[in-house]
């Protein structure tokens, strides 16, 4: 039996439901891994591919966490919190991807994420706190800041080198391309996403504990004010961590249990996801009723005559 056949059940769908009536319809891929690589329980095809856009950062901090960066620069778990975040473009938020350049002697003009429409700089964009560790990265090693995005540079080949090792997979197998922001990003299975996850929450890697530490006790600054990961690490208080990616992407790890969660929309629907997202947190048991209620409020109610209703749910395997 190939692994393909192995890891396939029925998808989820979600339906947009206008006064009870369906209007529009997404069909969702999900899995649930442990941190050895396991699938334990799946929703349409384990093996979908797809990029993992924004739901890499928290791996991509690593560069800072095994670096010697934090120590060098002085930085903190809000700093690192915002290095992992797709934030909104806050006072705050700005001011803590500032503060890393300003800490590690970096020009904010060294910056080469664009700068959002209606926006005034570069540093107001949700990846900006990403592209500000990489370039404390470069910093502290002394190499190039100039093309830092460049594949081929140190730092991105540091970056894939050390997610290529979490997975068991040679460096020069991953499929990339630009994200938006310019930053390379890569094509994975859901299965690999969840793995990766899994091992994020796993409580057996230094580095990425804290990540995790970072990420869960300042949520605030990894998303913002009405958002899916911001709300659900806040309502879980560090028993979840979770990042989204753009496309519908959406990643979750149990914390201390080395579990993790990756979906995927096919057509890349947001509001989709985060109501899978709700749907399968409360199959798993990983929310409690009342947060699970709380969530479905804010997440698959949309007004007072649309909401949306998930059909499905993970096979166990």
Request: net charge neutral; glycine share 8%.
């Amino acid at each position: 039996m190939t692994r393909n056949t192995r890891y396939q059940a029925k998808s989820l769908q979600v339906q947009l439901l206008r006064e009870g009536i369906v209007e529009s319809v997404h069909i969702v891929h999900a899995v649930a891994c442990d941190a050895r690589g396991r699938a334990l329980s799946v929703a349409g095809n384990a093996e979908t591919t797809a990029f993992i856009r924004s739901a890499l950062k928290p791996f991509q901090a690593m560069a800072v966490t095994t670096s010697g960066v934090m120590e060098q620069f002085g930085l903190d778990d809000r700093d690192l919190a915002i290095i992992c975040a797709s934030h909104q473009g806050t006072m705050a938020q700005v001011r803590q991807a500032f503060r890393i350049l300003w800490q590690a002697n970096v020009d904010p003009s060294m910056l080469k994420c664009p700068t959002p429409i209606g926006r005034k700089n570069p540093l107001e964009h949700n990846c900006s706190g990403k592209h500000a560790g990489m370039l404390a990265v470069c910093q502290q090693r002394q190499w190039p800041l100039e093309s830092y995005l460049h594949h081929n540079h140190p730092v991105q080949t540091l970056i894939l080198g050390q997610v290529a090792d979490l997975l068991g997979i040679p460096s020069d197998e991953f499929i990339r391309a630009h994200d938006d922001c310019g930053a390379p990003t890569y094509v994975m299975t859901l299965h690999q996403m969840a793995s990766l996850f899994a091992q994020l929450a796993s409580g057996n890697n230094i580095a990425m504990e804290r990540i995790v530490r970072a990420m869960t006790h300042h949520p605030e600054l990894v998303a913002g004010p009405q958002a899916f990961d911001t709300d659900l690490m806040q309502a879980t208080q560090g028993a979840l961590v979770s990042k989204s990616g753009a496309e519908g992407i959406q990643c979750i790890g149990r914390v201390g249990e080395g579990l993790g969660l990756a979906i995927k929309v096919l057509d890349g629907s947001k509001r989709a996801k985060s109501a899978v997202a709700v749907h399968l947190l409360r199959q798993l048991g990983w929310i409690t009723p009342d947060i699970s209620e709380a969530l479905a409020s804010d997440y698959m109610v949309l007004s007072q005559y649309k909401r949306l209703d998930v059909q499905g749910e993970l096979a166990f395997l």
